[in-house]
């Protein structure tokens, strides 16, 4: 089913702002939770409504039971087949009144005109407000297109150039184009009712806390209620025509000037009310913002403490990245100079053990040469040698002639007598000399 074209507003922009949050804070539109369906909600306006005027009347003013109904439609976003439904429900107008009013508030402008069109000429009558004045369908579907006020709340304002087009079918149809009164009288924002209406006033009261007016007071206030004088107070007991005119005069302008003196009154107490209610609302104002900037300043200085502890963390990070890394560098030192160590060491240990190797072996091809030498070398004749050196010692005598004399001639004082023939033999070729 194709849900119905709505304007795209929420819903707290086309309701009066005081009159939205009473609905919401009511008791009765929390117990609406319970309705889950659409024909629920339609059983509940069959029961329960009986006017369609915005607040409740009474002592204790709050939002009725119709828009309390109204704003639980709005949550539940009706389909074309029922707005349909409820437009043409045959069992109670009210049904049909709350259905006309959704269109109103919730409807797209430029097909509203549309919705309303075939409606205009209905002839069922009803009493929209508490009053109990009677109007017929065509009539109030008519003052709730063209009115701008309903029950002294604001309506969402209408496009001028869908307004000129409704009223020109209007005067095609010859149909009135000016108010009839079913909505209310647009008597909001004149000179005698400029402040709040009383149940708005009320609702204020009964929302935000404070006390709840006192239906005498309530009744006073009323635009309409005050304009008629309250009959006199006989203090003797007679009947008012005993009375004489001029008594009756003076009595009637005491009045009027209590009543336009208490009017003064409710106009300045209305008045230093608002100027109250708007130093509070900048107050609140100033106290939203400074919390606001106080949050901010928060907001940063949370952000500013994160920064320094990555910082810190980055910083904690890079020192402990260089301390790995040194002693990294250190374990690759230790290892190449213990590994320089160890090759050192094995090629001392190599080196000594080919010297000790080469020495063994030199010395035992040094024995085995010894050892053969002194196998081939046969043991010399002692005698052989002596006389070999005997006779070399001749033959040197008779090349040189004989010094040995002469030698010890000269040493004859300094030392005695040696036979030096062996070492002249010897010093001169040795024993095997030839």
Known sequence: MAELKTSGRPIDQLLEKVLCMNILSSDYFRDLLRLKTYHEVIDEIYNQVDHVEPWMTGNCRGPSTAFCLLYKFFTMKLTVKQMHGLLKHPDSPYIRAIGFLYLRYLGDFKTLWGWYEP??????????????????????????????????TLLPRIPVPVVRTAVASLEKMNLPTKLSGSIGDSSRGSEETSRRPPSVKASLSVSFGQRAPHRASTRDSSPIRRTIAPPPYDKDGANGSRRSPSMRRSQSRDLSDRENSERDRGRDRDRDNERTRDRERDRDRDRYRDQERERDRGRDRDKDRRYDHERDRERDRDR?????????????????????????????????????????????????GTSLDQQRTPPRDESKEKKAASSNLAKLKDLYGDFGNKKENVGDGRAPNRDTSTEEVIRLGGSTWR
């Open 119 to 152: 409606y205009l000429k209905d002839d069922e009558e009803f009493s929209p407000g508490s009053s109990g004045q009677m109007t017929t369908m065509g009539v109030y579907v008519r003052d709730l297109f063209l009115g701008q006020y309903y029950f002294d």
């Open 320 to 368: 402990r990245h260089d301390y790995d890394r040194d002693r990294g560098r250190d374990r690759d030192r230790r290892y190449d100079y213990d590994r320089r160590s160890i090759e050192r060491s094995r090629r001392d240990y190599e080196r000594s053990r080919s010297r000790s190797r080469s020495r063994s072996h030199s010395r035992s091809l040094h024995d085995q």
